[in-house]
């Protein structure tokens, strides 16, 4: 099976398998701090009776059965530190899901103000991140929809922002009824304009350190699910340590399947690759990590879940508990909300609405500005009909559309997205801005200043470690691989078209010859010669074997991918091992 093949638009990290014994000693340290949070959670729970609905992670039951669970499970688990949560025995879900709530129902809370009533607080999310700036983001973001963000986690907040469930604050958080949920819950409600309970694992904390990955052993690749499913599983399989690939090999350790069917899941079975269901990796997610030793348990042979990447109830019972009761938003704060609507409609009226109208029509500038000043736009993850109305718009106000990377000052996105045209775009322009900078310039009449607009995202830039912003000052400074020299496998995915495209954007050379030992360490011993990167893929190895005898470094694509998106160059992450 050809990988370009398999290839999808966006790829995430590929992390590095690591030893045995350093997972190991993760896991193992994971479960010191589980049971002592455990321990921590129990004291708390003998001085609080009327919190019975938040007691004790994991395989609570039904809320009258609370007590005898979390019991069995101390009995289980404190003596035994290094044992792991037990499997699961049934597959089916508890009938109870449809009794959580976000607003209270029948409360008519308006679209543009759907997170009104709600108070965050932010976890662990700022200490990974070297930009300060997150915060105010998310900030930003929450507020504009009717939210409010605490700098920590007081008695009004309702809910905490937060990757892991290994914290203080979520132990808190837990205790007094929060509602934790990720970056991801809160990117999909910001989509949804509406504050829904967690349907899915990946809007919910997983249960181990970011620093502790159980599935670092393991290769994994999927089929049969498309579009955000897929996307979702890319970053589950990243946050649990794995590598993912596009393709299926025979290298590859685990296939998580939709179906029993398809090319890719016949190949599994001939080539003895476990196919499981999404659920495997949910469970581990969520801290059942005798899923990894039962890969072949029946549980994860079955394929017709409903909706294959929610959580199973038994394993979050805990983190659920607090959405059994609604958000209330009081008559008061609900009129406010309406009267700043009001307002806003007003200000929008009284704009020259008759001014603006003629403008629209516009379809070529009859004022231009200096062609050396005129802003190149670069649009990318619009629908066409959104591009045409803002090609409309910047043509009124004397800009240009840039037809590649090269001749662009501004990149347009609503998200970084790993799509050719960003990743080119990250070396090359001055603003990666949103549309609402094309707005307010429509506006006003006149291109704004683009900092207020600069791109902010808060899922990526936490995903990938960075900061969007110092990523382009870097590039700004110098491009990244300015001075090296690249030589790329046959096989390699992306593309060897789309990776030529980005490498060269970040100022790289292309090999077109594969350079023998000789040449590469001749260029590694003189320093006035260019640096030789060798980049390679899995299904290309064999070609690498005279590299690795001798010790030279082969990096995956992601040595690229991911350099280009960050701006840094990482010798160590993607060396292939």
Known sequence: MHQHQMFSQQLRPQQLLRPGLQQLQQLQQYQQQRMHMLQQQNQQQLHQQHLQQQQQQHFLQQQQMQKQVLQHQNQQVVPHQQQTTALAPQLQQPPHIAQLFGHEPGQDIPQDGFLLGCVFAVADYPEQMADKQLLATWKRVIQACGGVVD??????????????????????????????????????????????????????????????????????????????????????????????????????????????????????????????????????????????????????????????????????????????????????????????????????????????????????????????????????????????????????????????????????????????????????????????????????????????????????????????EEALKKAHDALLFKGKYFYLTPGICPSLSTMKAILESAGGKLLAKQPSYRKIMEHKQNKNLPEIILVSCDNDLHLCREYFMRNIDVHNAEFILTGVLTQKLDYESYKFT
């Open 151 to 468: 700098p920590t986690l007081t008695s009004r907040c309702t809910h905490l922002l937060c990757e892991s469930q290994v914290s203080n604050m979520y132990v808190q958080a837990l205790r007094e009824g929060k509602r934790c949920v990720t970056a991801h819950w809160l990117s999909t409600v910001l989509k949804k304009k509406k504050m829904v309970p967690p349907r899915r694992t990946l809007h919910l904390p997983f249960a181990f350190p970011p620093g502790a990955k159980p599935c670092s052993q393991h290769i994994i690749s999927v089929t049969g699910f498309v579009d955000a499913d897929r996307d979702d599983l890319k970053l589950m399989t990243y946050l649990a340590g794995a590598r993912y690939t596009g393709y299926l090999c025979r290298s590859n350790t685990v296939l998580i399947c939709k179906e029993s069917s398809g090319l890719k899941y016949e190949k599994a079975k001939e080539w003895k690759i476990p196919c499981v269901n999404a659920q495997w990796l949910c469970d581990i997610l969520l801290g059942n990590f005798e899923a990894l030793r039962q890969i072949q348990h029946s549980r994860y042979s079955i394929f017709t879940h409903p909706e294959p990447l929610a959580p199973n109830l038994q394993l979050v019972h805990n983190l659920l508990a607090a959405w059994r009761s609604p958000v209330k938003v009081t008559s008061e704060a609900l009129s406010n909300l309406q009267l700043l609507q009001r307002q806003r409609i007003s200000d929008s009226t009284n704009a020259p609405a008759n001014k603006k109208a003629r403008m629209e029509e516009i379809q070529s500038p009859s004022k231009r500005i200096p062609p050396e000043s005129a802003p190149q736009v670069m649009f990318t993850g619009f629908e066409p009909m959104q591009v045409q109305q803002y090609t409309k718009r910047l043509y009124a106000l004397g800009g240009e559309v840039a037809d590649s990377s090269q001749k662009a000052t501004h990149l347009m996105a609503t998200k970084v997205t790993r799509t050719i045209k960003f990743l080119t775009a990250m070396s090359l322009v001055k603003y990666i801005i949103t549309p609402e900078w094309l707005e307010e310039s429509w506006r006003s009449q006149k291109f704004v200043d683009e900092v207020p607009y600069t791109l902010r995202d808060a899922e990526a830039e936490v995903l990938f470690g960075f900061s969007l």
